[in-house]
């Protein structure tokens, strides 16, 4: 079997920038692998699933912006779940059971993070709806000052600050509501870093010590 690694944070945390670089560094090392995110649609082997599956992605991350706050909060919830589910039936899966490494890019995590904070929609209900996922042998969780997401992300989505407002201080004062709630749902499985003041290259060493630690992976940064 493969093994899943998970990586997690809130916006501007570098979740993108460190599963490439830990992607490339097992390929580096030989290990089979792959980068799973949500962008990802090809299912291996099977054309017609690959289109159905980016069809789901197009409804759910490539929609108008007036059409997705339209919709509605429990919709996205629902859509969502959709999205991870295939994802993880058609993606994940296989590939673990034929005894490749998966890095996730963006888990299901940040998603509950968000509707935690959100008083219009049961926390149980968005627990429930993700709790079949595969879990992860390893969740790295990049834990960012939410000042420093913002300078390094220099714009941000209403999305992004939850809809609360336009400004700097909108932005800071949702994602660390976020970060709090990513924080409750950490357990074994997951491994919080501070990166707030890390470079890439650094935070990439930390993880790879932590596989070899865990004795999950051996990878070399």
């Known amino acids: 079997m493969g093994r899943l690694i998970a990586v997690t944070g809130i916006d501007g945390a570098g979740k993108s920038t460190l599963a490439a670089a830990l992607q490339q560094a097992c390929t580096v090392a030989?290990?089979?692998?792959?980068?799973?995110g949500k962008r990802t649609v090809n299912v291996q082997g099977s054309p017609e699933l690959s289109r159905y599956l980016d069809a789901v992605n197009a409804v759910v991350y490539?929609?108008?912006a007036s059409v997705g706050q339209a919709s509605g909060d429990h919709y996205w919830l629902l859509a969502l779940a959709a999205w991870y589910t295939l994802q993880d039936q058609l993606v994940v899966r296989p590939a673990l059971q034929a005894g490749t490494h998966v890095i996730l890019d963006n888990t299901h995590h940040k998603i509950l993070a968000r509707y935690a904070v959100n008083p219009d929609v049961?926390?149980?209900?968005?627990?429930?709806?993700?709790?079949?996922?595969?879990?992860?042998?390893?969740?790295?969780?990049l834990h960012v000052a939410a000042e420093e997401a913002l300078r390094r992300k220099e714009h941000f989505t209403p999305?992004?600050?939850?809809?609360?407002?336009?400004?700097?201080?909108d932005f800071v004062a949702y994602q660390q509501r976020v970060t709090d709630a990513l924080l409750a749902y950490a357990d074994d499985a997951w491994a919080p870093i501070d990166v707030t003041t890390m470079k890439p290259d650094d935070v990439l060493q930390e993880v790879t010590g932590l596989l070899?630690?865990?004795?999950?992976?051996?990878?070399?940064a």
């Open 212 to 220: 070899h630690e865990r004795r999950i992976l051996t990878v070399t």
């Open 30 to 36: 030989g290990l089979p692998v792959i980068l799973v």
């Open 62 to 64: 490539r929609r108008d």
């Open 159 to 169: 999305l992004e600050a939850g809809r609360t407002g336009p400004t700097s201080d």
């Open 122 to 141: 049961p926390t149980g209900l968005a627990q429930q709806v993700f709790a079949h996922l595969t879990p992860a042998d390893l969740i790295l969780f």
